[in-house]
């Protein structure tokens, strides 16, 4: 069976992938890596992607899902960190970005050094989107490999284009000149698009090769928004006002819109079940992208211990068909 990860985008939510990822190496005793064929990722889950398949100097997974958490609970208020500056002349990210990038940016290139894409010991794929091509654009570790001139990157790179969410951080130029030829891509968040990459990543799988009846994924979200949009605001809102609330909008119905699908193309199928996806109601966390500070993680940590109780069954049948007999 060709096994797939696909790991949603959403900010500092990203801890409730990170926090489920690690149960799953402590029950199985072995690396993400080691267990899936193909890993996907859209933003934060991109970021975790990464740090999920690059190699150490003996070629093994140099990070286990609990130092991917690790990041989270102790470099997220970092990353989400605006100097007083900012704050004081630009209170909500109005006429500028959020948050400087410098901070994101010295994280991932301490996490990921000088590793390319082509470098992953699993097929990666992370997402993100090209604004002045307005066109998706796929960070692909086979592809790097086969044509490194203009698709082998840096990580840290890739990492930084997959989680440059509009309003939060500026776009991502990509720059690339190897053969003198520059392939100039402005880049943002994937989830502009594909904040659920799951349906992607089986798409991915076919291309590879792998047979439509031989696919099983294991799909994680980053939890589901439960503050609604009272229509008696949102019917005079202007670009201001929607500029935040539009990009939830738009990755909770792309992410409803890839499990739909793939609940209808993967069916369980000779008592296994194909499709799994592991995700809850944010009852206790904030939803905000940028929540990076301590009783907000403490709390999306709590939702991610719901999913393992209120999906036991699955996660368990999972574990099971990950590593049969």
Request: proline content about 4%; aromatic content about 8%; overall charge negative.
């Amino acid at each position: 069976m060709f096994k797939i990860l696909s790991i949603d985008g959403g900010g500092i939510r990203g801890v409730i992938p990170a926090y489920l990822l690690r149960e799953i190496e402590t029950a199985t005793g072995k690396r993400i890596a080691e267990q899936f064929d193909l890993v996907v990722g859209t933003s934060t889950g991109g970021i975790i992607a990464i740090g999920l398949t690059l190699a150490n100097n003996r070629g093994k997974p140099k990070y286990t899902a609990a130092d991917l958490l690790d990041l989270y609970e102790q470099q997220g208020k970092l990353i989400f960190e605006r100097s007083f500056w900012d704050g004081l002349t630009d209170a909500h990210g109005i006429i500028d970005e959020l948050y400087d990038a410098k901070n994101i940016e010295k994280i991932l290139k301490k996490l990921t050094g000088t590793a390319r894409l082509k470098d992953a010991i699993k097929p990666l794929v992370v997402t993100a989107y090209d604004l002045e091509r307005r066109e998706p654009y796929f960070f692909k570790s086979i592809r790097a490999g086969q044509r490194p001139e203009e698709r082998d990157h840096f990580m840290w790179a890739a990492a930084r284009a997959t989680s440059a969410a509009p309003t939060y951080f500026e776009p991502m130029l990509l720059d690339t000149s190897t053969t003198g030829d520059a392939v100039r891509r402005a880049l943002v968040d994937g989830g502009v698009f594909v904040n659920n990459p799951a349906l992607c990543a089986y798409v991915e799988a076919i291309d590879l090769g792998a047979r439509p009846d031989d696919i099983m994924i294991v799909s994680l979200g980053t939890g589901v928004n439960t503050r609604a949009i009272p229509y008696q605001k949102a019917r005079d809102w202007g670009y201001a006002k929607w500029a935040k609330p539009i990009i939830s909008v738009m990755m909770d119905g792309a992410a409803d819109a890839a499990d739909y699908h793939l609940q209808l193309l993967l069916p369980e199928r000779e008592g296994k079940k194909r499709y799994f996806r592991f995700d809850t109601q944010l009852d206790k966390a904030l939803d905000d992208l940028d929540a990076a500070h301590w009783a907000n993680i403490e709390a999306l940590k709590s939702e991610a211990r719901d999913i393992l109780r209120e999906q036991a069954e699955d996660f368990t049948r999972m574990l099971g068909q990950l590593n049969p007999g």
